[in-house]
């Protein structure tokens, strides 16, 4: 009997193991991608925060996650760790529309209107015929556009 309940108590708790098991496994980078962009378009900036900070962790040559991670802290007013990720971002990818964008948008928050209108001056480079980027931050300095995302 004595080793019968030994083996019913390991059965039961292989058992319990396996169930519990999956609620402490680690997100995908992409499931931690789809959160933040989700808790971004509900403008849950410290749950963003939280998890791109995971996501950049595990994707470190991301430049998206590292622009993304750059927009969270903006909108944080965070703006000194947001330069410098948005840095980051673009020293991974000189040419990523969505990061010089937004750190246009975030040197015309600091009043830097020289380095926003060098931004737009890329965009223009990299989009001859116009492209969302470039209009976007085109309204963000004439003060025709407030929110960005």
């Known amino acids: 009997m004595k080793y019968l309940n030994i083996y019913f108590l390991s059965i039961a708790l292989l058992f319990s193991y396996d169930l519990?098991?999956?609620k402490y496994e680690k997100e995908s980078a992409s499931d931690?991608?789809?959160?933040?962009?989700?808790?971004?378009?509900?403008?849950?900036y410290k749950s963003a925060l939280k998890t791109l900070k995971?996501?950049?962790?595990?994707?470190?040559?991301d430049a998206d996650g590292w622009t993304l991670l750059a927009f969270t802290n903006r909108k944080l007013k965070n703006y000194s760790e947001a330069e410098s990720l948005y840095a980051k971002a673009?020293?991974?990818d000189p040419n990523n529309k969505i990061a010089i964008e937004y750190q246009g948008e975030l040197f015309v928050e600091l009043g830097k209107m020289e380095e926003a209108n060098a931004n737009l001056a890329k965009l223009r480079a990299?989009?001859?015929n116009s492209c969302e980027e470039l209009e976007?931050?085109?309204?963000?300095?004439?003060g025709n556009?407030?929110?960005?995302?």
């Open 20 to 22: 519990n098991a999956s």
């Open 32 to 44: 931690l991608y789809k959160k933040a962009t989700k808790q971004l378009k509900e403008e849950d």
């Open 54 to 61: 995971k996501y950049t962790k595990s994707k470190k040559k």
């Open 90 to 92: 673009l020293n991974l």
């Open 126 to 128: 990299l989009c001859p």
């Open 136 to 142: 976007m931050l085109e309204e963000y300095i004439s």
């Open 145 to 149: 556009k407030t929110k960005s995302w």
